[in-house]
């Protein structure tokens, strides 16, 4: 089949130039899954723990004041956060705001460091208060 060549070609991945709004879309797809599947496992043991008795939920408080526990809680805080702000970004986007190019990449740096530093100031928090 010959292609009309009065009809341009799709862009391509190799035509686009990489930019901080490509990854933070990727991100906030990326931390849904994490979100659903990391966050629905750990919330169904420690409901499951909780209802099991005294020896089951220590056994998950002291998986979850390890540090694999603490690494997974700090994880899934900044996939939490990480995916609101990138639902606030959105809703102004679908509002008709930000899609000039600087305004576009402004709110995506915006989106990560609002993560990370929220993030960061929760669990210093936490960590203040001796977990």
């Not at 496992?41 to 209802?51: E, F, G, K, M, P």
């Not at 102004?92 to 929220?118: K, M, P, Q, Y």
């Not at 993030?119 to 960590?127: E, H, R």
Request: net charge positive; charged share 10%; proline share 2%.
């Amino acid at each position: 089949m010959a292609r009309n060549t009065a009809r341009p070609l799709s862009p391509h991945l190799q035509i686009y130039k990489w930019g901080p709004h490509m990854a933070v879309s990727i991100l906030n797809r990326a931390m849904g899954v994490g979100l659903a599947t990391v966050g629905i496992a750990a919330i169904t043991w420690w409901l499951v723990s909780a209802a099991s008795g005294e020896a089951a939920y220590d056994a998950f408080l002291k998986c979850a004041h390890s540090w694999l526990g603490i690494v997974v809680g700090v994880g899934l805080t900044f996939a939490w956060l990480l995916h609101f702000f990138a639902g606030v970004r959105h809703f102004f986007l679908d509002a008709g705001a930000g899609f000039e190019l600087n305004a576009n990449r402004t709110w995506a740096w915006s989106t990560l460091l609002g993560a990370v530093i929220v993030t960061g100031a929760i669990w210093l928090f936490i960590a203040g208060k001796g977990l």
